[in-house]
């Protein structure tokens, strides 16, 4: 099982440090390095550069564990999670809480889409004016646990698509 999104691009040139969000590198972050960042409200897209099949996203909210703190920080940061197979139509899987999170949002998909892009929309940081985010993995699979995981893990559930009962009449 391969992280397809390691060594992908960064779309928005107003990311800093977009090389650190695909480098595969989650440990040894601090205050000043080993993450990327961006002004919120605002987005970071990663260009998987070509249509892959993904059964589990996740990502790593910067959360003062890098090196070694025994503590999370207090920040809290708001997101919303959307994917895309064109960059143009886009659908929005998860929006965090009111309260926020920080540390790795790790999502699986109950069904394999089919993504090339993948966007946060940050919406929110608790202590300052930026988003920071370690890390973004994309997989065909499901990965273990990444080390020392505290975060949030979810089953994003597709709604089944019915028939309308014109549908149904007309086949």
Avoid at 139 to 163: C, H, R, T, V, W
């Amino acid at each position: 099982m391969t992280n397809l999104a390691l060594y992908k691009k960064v779309l928005e040139p107003e990311v800093g440090q977009p090389e650190e969000v695909t480098n595969g590198v989650i440990a040894g972050y601090t205050g000043s390095k080993g993450y990327s960042h961006f002004p919120f409200p605002g987005t970071l897209t990663i260009d998987l550069e070509k249509i892959y099949p993904i059964k589990c996203i996740r990502f790593l909210l910067w959360d003062n564990l890098g090196k070694g703190g025994k503590l999370p920080n207090s920040r809290r940061y708001k997101y919303i999670l959307g994917i895309s197979a064109d960059n143009y139509s886009w659908e929005e899987i998860y929006a965090s809480t009111e309260e926020g999170t920080i540390g790795w949002q790790i999502f699986i998909l109950t069904e394999i889409k089919q993504i090339r892009y993948i966007r946060i929309y940050g919406l929110h940081n608790t202590a300052n004016e930026r988003v920071h985010i370690v890390e973004i993995e994309a997989y065909d699979d499901m990965p273990a646990d990444p080390p020392g995981y505290i975060g949030n893990k979810k089953e994003i559930l597709f709604e089944q698509k019915s028939l309308s009962d014109s549908e149904e009449v007309n086949k």
